[in-house]
């Protein structure tokens, strides 16, 4: 059974950073494409990061120089590196999975809370 779990969320002050971490389990994370995503209250969902199985990246406009989504392959772990927090960022971070050649996420995780105070 694919399980992903997310960590590192938290509270911070605007300006600040976290790195959200999300462990794979029951699949090797290598033949998937992986994407964190987020939902503030109100909001519909966005996607903010994705990896594709060669590395290759694609980040939401917002958070362009900000975030750096990376992997590690060998620890069956994606990682969510967020500098310069700004109050706009909070919401309820998700990571997710799919087979490169899906149209749609089909796994996700429980979520992890980031709050960012101004």
């Known amino acids: 059974q694919v399980q992903l779990v997310e960590s590192g969320g938290g509270s911070v002050q605007a300006g600040g950073s976290l790195k959200l971490s999300c462990v794979a389990s029951?699949?090797?994370?290598?033949?998937?494409?992986m994407g964190w995503f987020r939902q503030a209250p109100g909001k519909e969902r966005e996607g903010v990061a994705l990896?594709?199985?060669?590395?290759?990246?694609t980040y939401v406009d917002s958070v362009k120089g900000r975030f750096t989504i990376s992997k590690d392959n060998a620890k069956n772990t994606l990682y969510l590196q967020m500098n310069s927090l700004k109050p706009e960022d909070t919401a309820m971070y998700y990571c997710?999975?799919?087979?490169?050649?899906?149209?749609?996420?089909?796994?996700w995780g429980q979520g992890t809370q980031v709050t960012v105070s101004s």
């Open positions: 997710a999975a799919r087979l490169c050649w899906r149209r749609e996420y089909n796994y």
């Open positions: 029951g699949y090797a994370l290598s033949p998937y494409c």
């Open positions: 990896i594709d199985t060669d590395g290759g990246t």
